[in-house]
């Protein structure tokens, strides 16, 4: 079909820079090793931090929720989608997160595009990290509120854009709980004594803490033990929890005015039965079965520590992302698919998604992982370091 001739020369580009990339197409479940291509190798590149994806209590949770509630919800929430499991999830949510309530959305996408478009007015101001994950970017695009962008996790630059909005009528911040390229950590102590002394609003997203930080996974603000501290907890279901999804914890006031004026919520579809089963399902899982995010950490130190022996620049992170850092987006490319042929599954992400110059190859450790499969990881980025002269 003619008309979109347009687009190819960006496509070129793209293909002139290396960046240009296929799907990769996964021929097995989601586990600690993946068939791609034919070939069994390594996984380095999903967020399914705890192996929930393929939990057999959560498996078991979805499947009978088919049999008895079928495959879809056949409506918005407001109209006729809610289900009784829908409620009684977020109330068990708001439970697990010592908040006052909880709200659902299709995914953390869609939750912060939800929230941060809705919540303020013109009268506001957001004042967001400049790392904030393109989920918060475009919430904030939507928002009739002011925009300011702060440095990232520079607690000077953060108090300045405070001092220099106390016009208005609100001021929200918000931060990710853990940055997803770099996986370092938010300042949450500092970011929330900030907001109390100039009586601003503290939101963060947890979608990379969400089971992976904090008493039984649940997320930065019980991590640094800052409960009822910080008024929105945006999570996400689809990570670590291993499902789809995403949530609001906040205060019931907060819940009761997303229902109507959260356009996510309001004009798409619920989660089916099976989504919301199993979501339930993790948060048991959580529960009772904490040594997953200990394997989990314990996994992240291991490999950490032999990226680091190896000579590898692996920038800030404190978290089970780990970034590999090569510079050159095409180099990157080849980096990964020089690690695929070696048995490791492990993305390059360029720009746009990360800085010019910054292009990296993106690890994230599993629970699942066995000592085996880091070890084989690990002699794969040491062979392809060499032959590319990374180290
Ligand atoms: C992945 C991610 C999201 C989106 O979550 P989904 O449930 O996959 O839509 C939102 N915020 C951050 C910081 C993320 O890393």
Same mark, same amino acid.
């Given at each position: 079909?003619?008309?979109?001739?347009?687009?190819?020369?960006?496509?070129?580009?793209?293909?002139?820079?290396?960046?240009?990339?296929?799907?990769?197409?996964?021929?097995? %479940?989601?586990?600690?090793?993946?068939?791609?291509?034919?070939?069994?190798?390594?996984?380095?590149?999903?967020?399914?931090?705890?192996?929930?994806?393929?939990?057999?209590?959560?498996?078991?949770?979805?499947?009978?929720?088919?049999?008895?509630?079928?495959?879809?919800?056949? $409506?918005?929430?407001?109209?006729?989608?809610?289900?009784?499991?829908?409620?009684?999830?977020?109330?068990?949510?708001?439970?697990?997160?010592?908040?006052?309530?909880?709200?659902?959305?299709?995914?953390?996408?869609?939750?912060?595009?939800?929230?941060?478009?809705?919540?303020?007015?013109?009268?506001?101001?957001?004042?967001?990290?400049?790392?904030?994950?393109?989920?918060?970017?475009?919430?904030?695009?939507?928002?009739?509120?002011?925009?300011?962008?702060?440095?990232?996790?520079?607690?000077?630059?953060?108090?300045?854009?405070?001092?220099?909005?106390?016009?208005?009528?609100?001021?929200?911040?918000?931060? %990710?709980?853990?940055?997803?390229?770099?996986? %370092?950590?938010?300042?949450?102590?500092?970011?929330?004594?900030?907001?109390?002394?100039?009586?601003?609003?503290?939101?963060?997203?947890?979608?990379? $803490?969400?089971?992976?930080?904090?008493?039984?996974?649940?997320?930065?603000?019980?991590?640094?033990?800052?409960?009822?501290?910080?008024?929105?907890?945006?999570?996400?279901?689809?990570?670590?929890?291993?499902?789809?999804?995403?949530?609001?914890?906040?205060?019931? $006031?907060?819940?009761?005015?997303?229902?109507?004026?959260?356009?996510?919520?309001?004009?798409?579809?619920?989660?089916?039965?099976?989504?919301?089963?199993?979501?339930?399902?993790?948060?048991?899982?959580?529960?009772?079965?904490?040594?997953?995010?200990?394997?989990?950490?314990?996994?992240?130190?291991?490999?950490?520590?032999?990226?680091?022996?190896?000579?590898?620049?692996?920038?800030?992170?404190?978290?089970?992302?780990?970034?590999?850092?090569?510079?050159?987006?095409?180099?990157?490319?080849?980096? $990964?698919?020089?690690?695929?042929?070696?048995?490791?599954?492990?993305?390059?992400?360029?720009?746009?998604?990360?800085?010019?110059?910054?292009?990296?190859?993106?690890?994230?450790?599993?629970?699942?992982?066995?000592?085996? %499969?880091?070890?084989?990881?690990?002699?794969?980025?040491?062979?392809?370091?060499?032959?590319?002269?990374?180290?």
């Amino acid at each position: 079909m003619k008309g979109f001739e347009y687009l190819d020369s960006e496509l070129e580009e793209l293909k002139v820079q290396g960046v240009f990339r296929k799907l990769i197409e996964l021929e097995s %479940d989601q586990g600690n090793r993946v068939i791609i291509r034919g070939k069994e190798v390594v996984q380095l590149s999903s967020n399914n931090y705890l192996g929930l994806t393929n939990h057999p209590r959560m498996k078991q949770a979805a499947l009978q929720a088919v049999e008895k509630y079928g495959v879809g919800t056949g $409506s918005v929430r407001t109209i006729a989608g809610t289900f009784t499991m829908h409620e009684a999830f977020e109330q068990k949510l708001a439970e697990f997160k010592h908040t006052e309530a909880a709200i659902v959305f299709q995914s953390g996408f869609t939750a912060n595009v939800g929230v941060l478009s809705s919540l303020l007015s013109d009268q506001d101001v957001v004042i967001s990290d400049e790392l904030n994950h393109a989920s918060i970017i475009d919430g904030i695009r939507l928002t009739k509120a002011s925009r300011k962008i702060y440095k990232h996790s520079d607690m000077k630059d953060l108090e300045q854009a405070l001092q220099e909005t106390q016009n208005y009528r609100k001021r929200l911040v918000v931060t %990710d709980g853990v940055f997803s390229m770099d996986g %370092d950590i938010a300042s949450l102590p500092q970011i929330v004594e900030l907001c109390e002394k100039y009586d601003a609003l503290v939101m963060v997203d947890d979608a990379h $803490s969400s089971g992976v930080l904090g008493r039984n996974g649940r997320g930065t603000v019980d991590h640094f033990d800052l409960n009822g501290r910080v008024h929105i907890q945006v999570g996400t279901l689809s990570k670590a929890i291993g499902v789809l999804g995403g949530y609001i914890a906040s205060t019931q $006031s907060v819940r009761d005015y997303l229902i109507h004026k959260a356009r996510p919520f309001l004009f798409s579809t619920s989660h089916p039965p099976a989504v919301t089963a199993a979501c339930e399902a993790a948060v048991d899982v959580l529960l009772q079965e904490p040594e997953l995010i200990e394997k989990l950490w314990n996994n992240t130190k291991f490999f950490k520590k032999g990226l680091a022996e190896l000579g590898f620049d692996t920038g800030n992170s404190e978290t089970p992302i780990t970034p590999v850092i090569i510079g050159d987006g095409g180099l990157c490319m080849r980096f $990964s698919d020089e690690l695929f042929h070696e048995g490791v599954f492990a993305q390059g992400i360029a720009f746009p998604t990360v800085a010019k110059g910054k292009a990296r190859i993106r690890t994230i450790v599993t629970a699942t992982h066995t000592t085996e %499969d880091l070890e084989k990881a690990l002699g794969a980025f040491e062979k392809v370091g060499r032959k590319l002269d990374i180290i």
